[in-house]
């Protein structure tokens, strides 16, 4: 029996490593995952590369987070916006 925390914060920098996908991979199956990265192609493609795992296919299937969930601003959120200036 595993005793995680009731929140687990993990941040980084950059595009993650293997090691890094592989150890949110394995928290995914224990428990809910959310993403937060920037709204820009960069932050986009990070989010991505946790869903769809590795590059490589025989890394795919221990490094894909399939349920993450995207936690953020979308882009129909920010067409809505309508500043009061």
């Given amino acids: 029996q ?3 925390p009731k929140l687990l914060i993990i941040t980084g920098r950059g595009f993650p490593d293997l090691g890094t996908q592989q150890f949110v991979h394995w928290l995914s199956q224990r428990c809910s995952t ?3 990265v920037d709204y ?3 932050g986009l493609d ?5 869903r ?3 590059r490589l296919p025989a890394d795919r ?3 894909c987070c399939p349920n993450l969930r995207f936690l953020g601003v979308t882009r129909q959120q920010l067409d809505a916006y309508q ?3």
């Fill in 2 to 4: 595993l005793n995680l």
């Fill in 34 to 36: 959310l993403v937060l």
């Fill in 40 to 42: 820009d192609p960069f």
């Fill in 46 to 50: 990070i989010a991505l590369r946790y």
């Fill in 52 to 54: 769809s795992g590795s």
């Fill in 61 to 63: 299937i221990v490094s």
């Fill in 83 to 85: 500043p009061h200036f």
